[in-house]
């Protein structure tokens, strides 16, 4: 139903088969692993028939394969990554200013891009510690209590600041992630001041973050460049002090001219 309470009008040219098959390819986000059709089904929210059609079809294409454990993902779709990654203009012009920073501060160095309430990680730069799932691009991370999201934020007019907070489920990733609206605003604040943002072990224990929003010609803000390291290795405010005035640089670097 429209808003006036109107009958709203199909969408003639959405294929919905279409759809289906990307919500098959979908069930495969939280859930890492190869499934049973029966799970894929459930997952994706399609009757069994429908899911074995769509799960046949793109088995028959390329973009699933079967497995002993079930149905996974093909490396086909690394295909499709590969194109956006080639084909994104900030990221082909970041490459060589975040293997530069990379280089100076020999500590883990992102490029994410802003998606509403999550930051995607595009590019991922890592040091000698990090986890497996800490340098896998495709990563997704809250807005809300992450470095490069608060630097993001920093740059939004406060009423869509507001919007993306009361529409994110803040919840505790570790003891110290910061939930609270009024504490989250207060850290954007600093952030305006400072022209970077720190994150101290809010998303992961024992990780330090800072990060700058990277611009767009107009002066909004598409994504950030963040610089983590550990904290068995640094102190909050040497870190600060060496890594702030650089990835400061970094992002102000992408800015188109």
């Known amino acids: 139903m429209s808003p006036d309470g109107a009958a709203s009008k199909p969408d003639r040219l959405f294929v919905e088969a279409l759809a289906r098959g990307f919500r098959v390819l979908e069930a495969f986000a939280d859930r890492p692993a190869a499934m049973s059709l029966a799970e894929i089904a459930a997952a994706s929210g399609l009757d069994k028939s429908a899911a074995q059609r769509l799960v046949h079809t793109l088995v028959s294409i390329g973009y699933l394969e079967k497995t002993a454990a079930g149905v996974a993902p093909s490396r086909r779709i690394l295909d499709r990554s590969f194109d956006y990654l080639r084909s994104n203009p900030l990221i082909n012009r970041a490459i060589p200013i975040l293997a530069d920073l990379r280089r100076t501060i020999k500590e883990r160095v992102d490029l994410s891009l802003f998606d509403d309430l999550t930051m995607l990680y595009v590019v991922r730069m890592q040091s000698k510690r990090d986890t497996f799932y800490a340098h896998l691009i495709g990563r997704r991370v809250p807005t809300y209590c992450t470095s490069g999201g608060r630097a993001v934020l ?21 003891p110290r992630t910061t939930v609270e609206i009024d504490q989250i605003m207060e850290r954007i604040v600093q952030v305006r001041e400072t022209g970077y943002s720190l994150a101290i072990e809010e998303v992961l224990v024992g990780e330090i973050a800072v990060a700058a929003a990277v611009l767009d010609e107009a002066g909004h803000p598409v994504g950030a460049i963040h610089v983590a390291a550990s904290l068995a290795e640094w102190q909050p405010d040497e870190f600060v002090a060496r890594a702030g005035p650089l990835v400061t640089a970094a992002a102000a670097g992408l800015r188109p001219s």
């Open 154 to 174: 920093s740059h939004l007019p406060e009423e869509d600041v507001l919007d993306i907070l009361q529409r994110s489920q803040r919840r505790k990733l570790t």
